[in-house]
């Protein structure tokens, strides 16, 4: 069960002490981001509220509030607990269905973060697959039932990510991450319509171009994921972490170069947002 992890969480515009957190609170009907904190730093937070703007309109509705309030509490809760660095969720609870507005309750609280350790960037991670798939991947809406059982192959098993096949056995994204897989001096991923607009997802793409490696939107089959040099995935904590196995198949992905020229670009631009965000 999730709680928040720093002394002050965000409940519409109060500052509140975490002994007043309530996880059962935030059970039920969600629409929510999570954005990475680095020195102080909400990283892409712009991206984020665009994404959770279309979260809105995907359900019919719009912002109960506006983004620049939005950036008033985080900023405040960042301030509040000192400026430390780590993971925020936030999100609006809805009391029973998405038609009411006025009975959304906004949270902002610090969770539970898994960075990888040197180590799992260096020679990569475990994965495996799974047959799921979320009802609305462009929506960022708490999915508990997939989240539960991703969550039991997480504690029970030695891997760092769960990666999901639809029905028809093509590969999607990770639970929590995307994917994309390498060969020679391109990249595939599946087509954004079938998965969550990922905000690292989008960066890396960018990156890639920049690069002039080649990005191809596929849907990658099962059978094809031998076919590959290497695979990794992106998001929000991994940032861009090389896949050493799915499964039982095996890559080389830590040591392919496409991948370690990804990793180094993307940090740079990571280190460029939080120069220009603290200017």
Same mark, same amino acid.
């Given at each position: 069960?999730?709680?928040?992890? $720093?002394? +002050? /969480?965000?409940?519409?515009?109060?500052?509140?002490?975490?002994?007043?957190?309530?996880?059962?609170?935030? $059970?039920?009907?969600? @629409?929510?981001?999570?954005?990475?904190?680095?020195?102080?730093?909400?990283?892409?937070?712009?991206?984020?509220?665009?994404?959770?703007?279309?979260? /809105? !309109?995907?359900?019919?509705?719009?912002?109960?509030?506006?983004?620049?309030?939005? @950036?008033?509490?985080?900023?405040?809760? @960042?301030?509040?607990?000192?400026?430390?660095?780590?993971? =925020?969720?936030?999100?609006?609870? +809805?009391?029973? %269905?998405?038609?009411?507005?006025?009975?959304?309750?906004?949270?902002?609280?610090?969770?539970?973060?898994?960075?990888?350790? !040197? #180590?799992?960037?260096?020679?990569?991670?475990?994965?495996?697959?799974?047959?799921?798939?979320? #009802?609305?991947?462009?929506?960022?809406?708490?999915?508990?039932?997939?989240?539960?059982?991703?969550?039991? @192959?997480?504690?029970?098993?030695?891997?760092?990510?769960?990666?999901?096949?639809?029905?028809?056995?093509?590969?999607?994204?990770?639970?929590?991450?995307?994917?994309? /897989?390498?060969?020679?001096? *391109?990249?595939?991923?599946?087509?954004?319509?079938?998965?969550?607009?990922?905000?690292?997802?989008?960066?890396?793409? #960018?990156?890639?171009?920049?690069?002039?490696? #080649?990005? =191809?939107?596929?849907?990658?089959?099962? %059978?094809?994921?031998?076919? +590959?040099?290497?695979?990794?995935?992106?998001?929000? *904590?991994?940032?861009?972490?090389?896949?050493?196995?799915?499964?039982?198949?095996?890559?080389?992905?830590? %040591?392919?170069?496409?991948?370690? %020229?990804?990793? !180094?670009?993307?940090?740079?631009?990571?280190?460029?947002? =939080?120069?220009? $965000?603290?200017?």
């Amino acid at each position: 069960m999730e709680k928040t992890i $720093q002394p +002050f /969480f965000i409940y519409n515009d109060e500052i509140k002490d975490s002994n007043e957190f309530n996880k059962n609170l935030i $059970q039920g009907l969600n @629409i929510y981001e999570v954005i990475r904190v680095i020195k102080g730093v909400p990283l892409f937070l712009e991206d984020h509220l665009e994404r959770m703007e279309n979260s /809105f !309109k995907i359900t019919g509705l719009t912002l109960p509030i506006s983004t620049e309030r939005i @950036i008033e509490r985080i900023n405040l809760l @960042i301030s509040k607990n000192s400026y430390v660095d780590g993971n =925020i969720k936030f999100l609006f609870k +809805f009391e029973k %269905n998405f038609n009411n507005l006025s009975k959304a309750t906004f949270y902002a609280y610090y969770i539970k973060h898994y960075y990888p350790t !040197k #180590d799992k960037v260096l020679f990569g991670v475990d994965t495996v697959l799974f047959e799921g798939t979320r #009802d609305n991947p462009h929506a960022k809406i708490i999915d508990n039932n997939l989240r539960n059982k991703i969550n039991e @192959i997480l504690m029970n098993s030695n891997v760092y990510e769960v990666i999901l096949l639809d029905r028809n056995a093509f590969i999607t994204e990770g639970s929590r991450s995307n994917l994309f /897989f390498v060969k020679n001096n *391109s990249l595939y991923t599946a087509p954004l319509a079938d998965v969550l607009p990922g905000i690292t997802r989008g960066y890396i793409i #960018d990156i890639a171009k920049s690069l002039n490696y #080649d990005v =191809i939107e596929k849907p990658i089959h099962l %059978n094809e994921l031998n076919m +590959f040099d290497g695979v990794f995935l992106t998001g929000t *904590s991994p940032k861009v972490l090389p896949i050493k196995t799915i499964d039982d198949i095996k890559y080389k992905s830590a %040591n392919n170069e496409v991948i370690i %020229n990804l990793i !180094k670009k993307y940090d740079e631009v990571i280190k460029n947002y =939080i120069y220009l $965000q603290k200017k």
